[in-house]
T-cell receptor, first 118, second 116 residues
Framework: AQTVTQSQPEMSVQEAETVTLSCTYDTSENNYYLFWYKQPPSRQMILVIRQEAYKQQNATENRFSVNFQKAAKSFSLKISDSQLGDTAMYFCAFMKLRSGGGADGLTFGKGTHLIIQP | KAGVTQTPRYLIKTRGQQVTLSCSPISGHRSVSWYQQTPGQGLQFLFEYFSETQRNKGNFPGRFSGRQFSNSRSEMNVSTLELGDSALYLC???????????????FGPGTRLLVL
């Protein structure tokens, strides 16, 4: 079974600063995806970024980027020029891919509550 | 394109009752997964349906069941409700077309269930 660990329960930064959220995972699988999801107070889970394990290049989406270290099983999220709207719970998630197609359900970390201060 | 929709958004039930939650996936998405979110246990995978068949199942008792219809809409049923079933139930859909690049899950707004 896979496990996902987010060691920072809460973080607080000033608007416009850069913040990095950490995530480590444990798996014996080689074929998987990793995700960061954001859950604002509205509780709607929003996809932030996705990383395929077979890709060495780190994924980026505008102000969001990841540092994917496959050997270290580390998957951190960097948010640049943070904005008030970035305030939310951030969840790191692991998805094992199946050889015959499809995937297992997502395994989530406990989340990091990120607060952006004005 | 409309996102994942879930109904109802809020529900209050009493112990011993049963409840049915509904999820309509994004148009063209054929896979629907269900998750339970509680403060204590966090986000946990319940099950996944694809082509009207349960393809994956998490570690939940048999009181939790689901089904999927030919239009990919899915329902989740919880029988004999317990206080611990109070949670946010999230539904997610993915294209699940057989290639790995289609496996990203997009979530609905959730159904908040309170069991008294």
């Amino acid at each position: 079974a896979q496990t996902v660990t987010q060691s920072q329960p809460e973080m607080s930064v000033q608007e416009a600063e850069t913040v990095t959220l950490s995530c480590t995972y444990d798996t014996s699988e080689n074929n998987y995806y990793l995700f960061w999801y954001k859950q604002p107070p509205s509780r709607q889970m929003i996809l932030v970024i996705r990383q395929e394990a077979y890709k060495q290049q780190n994924a980026t989406e505008n102000r969001f980027s990841v540092n994917f270290q496959k050997a270290a099983k580390s998957f951190s999220l960097k948010i640049s020029d943070s904005q008030l709207g970035d305030t939310a719970m951030y969840f790191c998630a692991f998805m094992k891919l199946r050889s015959g197609g499809g995937a297992d359900g997502l395994t989530f970390g406990k989340g990091t509550h990120l607060i952006i201060q004005p | 394109k409309a996102g994942v929709t879930q109904t109802p958004r809020y529900l209050i039930k009493t112990r011993g009752q049963q409840v049915t939650l509904s999820c309509s996936p994004i148009s063209g998405h054929r896979s629907v997964s269900w998750y339970q979110q509680t403060p204590g246990q966090g986000l946990q995978f319940l099950f996944e349906y694809f082509s009207e068949t349960q393809r994956n199942k998490g570690n939940f008792p048999g009181r939790f069941s689901g089904r999927q219809f030919s239009n990919s809409r899915s329902e989740m049923n919880v029988s004999t409700l317990e206080l611990g079933d109070s949670a946010l139930y999230l539904c997610a859909s993915s294209r699940r077309a057989g290639t790995n690049t289609k496996e990203t899950q997009y979530f609905g707004p959730g159904t908040r269930l309170l069991v008294l």
